[in-house]
């Protein structure tokens, strides 16, 4: 049964939800309001089992970023071409690089793909192409940059989620709030795992270490599906897990022909 309510009680209804500090600034569309919907947010935090000591020290510098809003409206690098997107990606000095890595990290990569059955120049394409492997992890303070995802408008339920498991990772002793910078959405590490991808596929240091950062990348595309001995390009049985990796079809698809490439082999080329 719907329940009327005269001048008066709507009135006293308003007043108590605005009083309400989730509902109060649920999200917002600039800088104003962004403080006191932290402070909801810290309310929140609490009452999904993060300590106080937690939220105080990985909150407590938490600010708008105007530079990650910036960031999110200006994603136009998926519209263009394959063609385009992956000659930009894959260069003369990322294919170089990129095979000696394969030598180099030849002992450890055989491993994980006799564990995971993921392929190293798979491993190795994504590393060169989300963070120059390793060389370019992202300069933003993740809290903040989840902090103003969560409190703008446009994706605001999914950021509230990563920025509660960013806190996740800093109450299990994994990381401190302030060794958690990378990308402008939240990304860590040398093949960028959002905080939720790291608490379930994450092993060991994916920051620091190398070998555990192409590990938990195994362990991720593994968990997606990968299956052992199948081809990756689009098409195949594995192009699947990469657009699981990342749903634009360029960039899956410029993973899988880097990885061809890295293979020896043609792969596509249009």
């Not at 902090?147 to 509230?160: G, I, N």
């Not at 362990?219 to 098409?235: F, I, M, P, S, V």
Request: glycine letters at 12%.
């Amino acid at each position: 049964m719907r329940m009327k309510y005269g001048a008066w009680g709507a009135a006293a209804l308003a007043a108590l939800i605005a009083a309400t500090p989730a509902a109060a600034a649920r999200c917002g569309r600039g800088a104003d309001g962004f403080d006191e919907w932290l402070s909801g947010f810290k309310q929140e935090a609490a009452s999904a089992g993060i300590s106080r000591s937690v939220i105080e020290s990985a909150l407590g510098n938490v600010s708008y970023d105007d530079n990650v809003i910036s960031h999110d409206r200006g994603q136009r690098a998926f519209g263009q071409s394959f063609a385009a997107f992956s000659s930009r990606h894959i260069t003369a000095y990322g294919l170089k690089k990129g095979k000696a890595l394969l030598q180099r990290y030849a002992e450890p990569l055989q491993s994980i793909e006799s564990r995971y059955g993921v392929p190293g120049p798979v491993l190795i394409a994504i590393w060169g192409l989300e963070t120059g492997f390793g060389s370019a992890t992202g300069k933003f303070d993740t809290m903040s940059a989840l902090a103003t995802l969560a409190y703008d408008c446009r994706r605001s339920e999914k950021f509230h989620e990563e920025l509660i498991d960013a806190l996740k990772i800093v109450q299990r002793g994994d990381l401190s709030a302030g060794e958690m910078r990378g990308a402008w959405a939240g990304e860590i590490g040398q093949t960028q795992f959002m905080p939720s991808s790291y608490l379930k596929y994450g092993t060991g240091d994916i920051i620091h270490n190398s070998v555990d950062a192409l590990t938990s990348t195994a362990n991720y595309l593994h968990a997606k599906g990968w299956q052992r001995g199948a081809g990756w390009d689009e098409g195949q049985a594995n192009f699947a897990a990469l657009l699981e990796w990342n749903a634009a079809s360029v960039y899956a698809k410029t993973i899988g022909l880097f990885a061809d490439k890295l293979a020896g082999r043609g792969g596509e080329s249009e």
